[in-house]
């Protein structure tokens, strides 16, 4: 040690031949060296700026710039580790020399003589051997540190950068470590305490060696008395202080524990940052989720569904489980992320857990169905038992009801016409136009769909359908549903925004008729359990998969979109029969009474929007004839002509006039 301090000190100080050219070979070892990147916490915020998760890396750290750490802290820093700090450029050549004389006394070694700056490129640069090359590049980086650094950012750098032990690096995660607050809190007598730990922390750590911690403490107090900081008295009230430690109140927890596991899914699988970046890369990650919205749609799902989510199988005493996505439609951004389950017991996220949607997907039949020229006003499919090789499709109604318009089998939601008409567009063109509006993911797998597509027989996200529904009410234009809205890096000004660029996947001339037809349906259809009382222009559809084990409803206004489900999440051919007076449950009862129950309060306040503006380019229908077309043509034609004559019949039987066209009968004749 003692040559070892004697030769940096040497070579340092400059020399022969010998030291300037080993000079030159550290300058050669240490030119480029890359900063060693300190993993720290990453936190993620609501759109309202409060926290939803602190995310710990391995090596617990927040960053703070040097403004939120007590001034207490930074002097009692200073005053243990480097008290000429403020006056030496990187090296204290004055430390040297007596450090090398105290060596020399005692014939070991009795004192160090690195400077703060050298600490933090040991930290930043070097790793923690006792070796000459080690110390001598320690003192060269410190020395060229501090012609690009000011003292403060040196500083705020190595209170930043050094561990306090309790698995906490830096001032921000000490202070929560030891005291449960803020960097910027600190107390004189607290600072004091965690300014003596960097030199040995694990053995001055207060909650496993508290006489250690309080005698390091002394002498921290000791040198800002030496210093001139603090009183003798300060000085003594300091030294009989108890450490009073707390653990931390800042909770490392989840508020929101299904969204911010979506946010950092879409995190780890992004290449631009990935799982290292998250647990270690100190983002800050600003989402879209607001919070007023989030409680609104929790407060919908438990006033509808009263009684705790089963958590093992169906009981007279649980309910099924209730999910709630809602999305901006002008923008794509997730508002809310809601279920009735508890994360505790299931890690699986409903927003994005794959099921049957039922008649939701109508829409997207009747869309793609439009986008190739049907007029759903006036073409006719015949409405009753419908069977197609070995697919067999019933109405509601036991029999037929004969020809109806596509538009009133949407508002009806008929399943045999939406049969019919899925083999007409094709199942392709189903698939294609539900994923163009935001189905993006479920049915990549489905090469060869069949028409069982329109009934919703292929299992999909909510989170999709919402997307999906999201670009009805923007008219035709998709915007990815996205749940980050910006990232920061802590300590630095780098800064990433993120926006879904609008696309044109549907003709506002086809997603004005849709919007059309599904405000019908919330007016007088299928889901009128789910219209508000103020009027706003609304839009939605039901949806029920078979023996009521799924049940939807999605919906929107121009500028909410939310979809509902509600289901047996582990039972996914368990019957829905009877919860919270529904018996059965469909998509428009309980699904539909949720969606009302979030629209009524989520609105309240709101200024009324105008009704969807007019389109650009107004549907334009085409030459529409189908071999089923044409079968429901001719029945109603059929009917149309027994009808009148059925008319015409009871007219002639319940006419007494006189026919114009008969003369009176003569008198009788008389003789005489």
Same mark, same amino acid.
């Given at each position: ?32 060296? %890359? ?7 990453? *936190? ?10 602190? *995310? ?61 700056? +050298? =600490? ?12 000459? /090359? ?63 730990? %960097? ?23 000791? $040198?800002?008395?030496?210093? @001139? ?52 890369? @100190? ?30 199988? %169906?009981?007279? #005493? ?6 709630? *996505? *809602? ?19 299931? +890690? ?10 039922? &008649? ?31 697919? +067999? ?5 036991? #029999? ?23 083999? /007409? ?19 990549? $797998? ?20 919402? &997307? ?19 990232? /920061?890096?802590?300590?630095?000004? +780098? ?5 879904? !660029?609008?696309?044109?996947?549907? &003709? ?26 103020? @009027? ?22 121009? /500028? ?14 368990? %019957?829905? &029969? ?18 009302? =129950? ?57 006419? #007494? ?10 008198? !009788?004749?008389?003789?005489?």
């Amino acid at each position: 040690m003692i040559v070892s301090v004697a030769v940096v000190f040497l070579v340092l100080a400059g020399g022969s031949v010998a030291v300037s050219s080993y000079i030159d070979g550290v300058r050669v070892a240490v030119t480029g060296l %890359p900063e060693r990147q300190l993993a720290q916490n990453s *936190v993620i915020y609501a759109r309202d700026g409060s926290v939803l998760e602190v *995310v710990p890396s391995e090596e617990n750290r927040t960053q703070v710039s040097l403004d939120a750490v007590s001034p207490w802290l930074q002097t009692a820093t200073v005053a243990i580790e480097d008290r000429r700090f403020y006056e030496h450029n990187g090296v204290d050549w004055r430390s040297v020399a007596r450090a090398v004389a105290a060596d020399v006394r005692a014939g070991h070694a009795t004192q160090g003589a690195s400077t703060l700056t +050298q =600490q933090l490129m040991r930290a930043l640069y070097l790793d923690d051997r006792h070796t000459l /090359d080690r110390k001598v590049k320690e003192a060269y980086l410190a020395l060229e540190y501090e012609k690009t650094h000011t003292k403060a950012q040196i500083l705020e750098k190595y209170l930043n950068t050094v561990p306090y032990g309790h698995f906490a690096y830096g001032a921000e995660a000490a202070a929560q470590a030891y005291f449960g607050i803020h960097a910027r809190d600190l107390t004189m007598i607290q600072s004091a305490l965690l300014a003596g730990l %960097p030199q040995a922390p694990s053995r001055f750590d207060p909650w496993l060696h508290p006489v250690a911690a309080t005698i390091r403490r002394e002498e921290v107090l000791a $040198a800002l008395r030496d210093a @001139g900081v603090i009183s003798d008295a300060a000085y003594a009230a300091g030294v009989a202080a108890p450490l009073a430690l707390q653990h931390a109140k800042v909770q490392l927890r989840t508020a929101e524990p299904y969204f911010v596991q979506y946010v950092v899914n879409a995190l780890n699988a992004d290449p631009q940052f990935g799982a290292d970046a998250v647990r270690h890369g @100190g983002l800050r990650v600003h989402t879209t989720i607001d919070g007023r919205m989030q409680k609104q749609a929790y407060s919908a799902l438990r006033t509808i569904m009263r009684l705790p989510p089963c958590a093992n199988q %169906p009981l007279p #005493t649980c309910d099924p489980a209730a999910a709630m *996505v *809602v999305i901006d439609p002008r923008t794509g951004e997730i508002r809310a992320m809601a279920a009735t389950q508890s994360f505790s017991r299931s +890690q699986v996220n409903l927003a994005e857990a794959v099921r049957q949607p039922g &008649s939701t997907f109508k829409p997207f039949t009747l869309a793609a169905a439009m986008e190739a020229g049907m007029d759903p006003s006036t073409t006719l499919y015949e409405s009753g038992p419908f069977q197609f090789g070995t697919w +067999q499709v019933h109405t509601a109604e036991p #029999t037929g009801v004969g020809p109806k318009t596509v538009e009133a089998a949407t508002v009806a939601s008929d399943n045999t016409i939406f049969a019919q008409l899925a083999i /007409d567009v094709g199942p392709r063109q189903i698939r294609e136009m539900a994923q163009r509006l935001g189905v993006t993911q479920s049915l990549n $797998a489905d090469e060869n769909p069949g028409p069982s597509i329109t009934l919703g027989a292929y299992s999909v996200k909510p989170l999709e359908m919402a &997307s999906a529904y999201a670009t009805f009410a923007a008219m035709g234009t998709y915007h990815r549903a996205h749940a980050i809205a910006e990232i /920061d890096y802590a300590g630095s000004n +780098q800064q990433l925004k993120f926006t879904a !660029p609008a696309q044109r996947v549907l &003709s506002d001339g086809i997603a004005s008729e849709v919007n059309r037809i599904l405000g019908e349906n919330i007016r007088y259809g299928t889901g009128v359990r789910a219209q508000t009382s103020d @009027g706003r222009p609304q839009a939605g559809k039901t949806g029920t998969t078979d023996h009521e084990v799924d049940a939807w409803f999605c919906g929107y206004t121009p /500028d909410i979109a939310a979809c509902v489900w509600v289901g047996y999440p582990r039972y996914d051919r368990y %019957p829905m &029969s009877s919860v919270e007076g529904a018996s059965p449950v469909f998509g428009g009862t309980l699904p539909a009474e949720i969606w009302h =129950q979030f629209m009524q309060s989520v609105l309240v306040g709101r200024v009324l929007p105008h009704d969807w503006p007019p389109p650009r380019h107004p549907f334009v229908a085409k030459p529409w004839s189908t071999r089923y077309t044409q079968i429901a043509a001719a029945a109603a034609a059929a009917n149309a002509a027994s009808n009148a004559a059925a008319a015409s019949s009871k007219a002639a039987q319940t006419d #007494t006039s006189t026919p114009t066209d008969t003369l009176p009968l003569p008198p !009788p004749t008389t003789t005489g």
